[in-house]
């Protein structure tokens, strides 16, 4: 295959275009960031893992309605998905009290909220990713009040869908973070990835932490428990 120019080149993927113009390849990284890039490393396995159990959760989430940026797995650390213009917000859907909430309403980490919180952050590195309401939102031209409803909207139905896959794992869905973009005719899809980069696991049974956290927080065995994640969803690495 001839090799595409790069697109774009983030903390944790690269983009290439493709012969297809609506189609990009995704490219995993090995590099683990946080805190707004201040604490970097390379861990062996994470790009794997993270292009695997984000193909698992999008095809899932196709299988149930919830249209995404998927295609295809290419080889253990690509992907093939849909060219869309990513709306530079982050939607982040909350069923328990954690990491930033935790800091902003002084509310123990752990503690069950009565229903989902849907959040929106403002995706600009030198602001440092600052959270915005639906007015902001609007004078800021990122998206349409009617944007802003289905982002919400979809945000719900995901949690709910990955709620109900990772109950039937033991495995409590703390919190999430997804994006979307627009495709060329303007409609909304789900897009970037779903994985312990973007979420929050813990462990129903010991409360252990199975995500980024353990890297965040020195916990060690970050890409393990990455790999514990792709196992009780059953993954099967076949390309
Ligand atoms: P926080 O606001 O730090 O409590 O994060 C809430 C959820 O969104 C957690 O599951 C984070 O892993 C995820 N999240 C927040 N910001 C990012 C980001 N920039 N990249 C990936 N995931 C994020």
């Known amino acids: ?106 509310i123990a980490e752990g503690t069950k909220l009565k229903h989902p919180i849907v959040e929106f952050y403002y995706k600009d590195d030198a602001l440092g990713d600052p959270l915005l309401n639906e007015d902001h939102i609007a004078v800021m031209d990122l998206a349409t009040p009617e944007q802003v409803e289905e982002m919400k909207q979809i945000g719900l139905q995901v949690n709910d869908l990955l709620q109900l896959l990772m109950s039937k794992l033991q495995i409590i869905l703390v919190d999430f973070k997804i994006e979307f973009g627009l495709d060329e005719e303007g409609k909304l899809l789900l897009a970037d990835e779903i994985s312990p980069d973007t979420c929050r696991f813990w462990d129903e049974d010991t409360g252990e932490k199975l995500d ?25 690495k076949h390309v």
């Open 212 to 236: 980024k956290d353990r890297f965040r927080r020195d916990l060690g065995n970050v890409v393990e428990a990455y790999e514990e994640i792709f196992s009780r969803l059953g993954g099967q």
């Open 1 to 106: 295959m001839k090799e595409e120019a790069m697109l774009y080149e983030g903390k944790a993927k690269q983009l290439f275009h493709t012969d297809d113009p609506q189609v990009l390849r995704v490219q995993y990284k090995d590099s683990a960031t946080a805190f707004n890039g201040e604490k970097r490393a390379t861990l062996a396995g994470k790009g794997e893992m993270n292009n695997r159990i984000s193909a698992i959760f999008f095809r899932y989430l196709e299988e149930n309605g919830v249209a995404n940026h998927f295609i295809k797995t290419l080889s253990p650390l690509e992907q093939l998905v849909r060219k869309v213009k990513i709306i530079p917000l982050e939607v982040v859907v909350r069923n328990r009290v954690a990491g930033s909430l935790a800091k902003r309403i002084g």
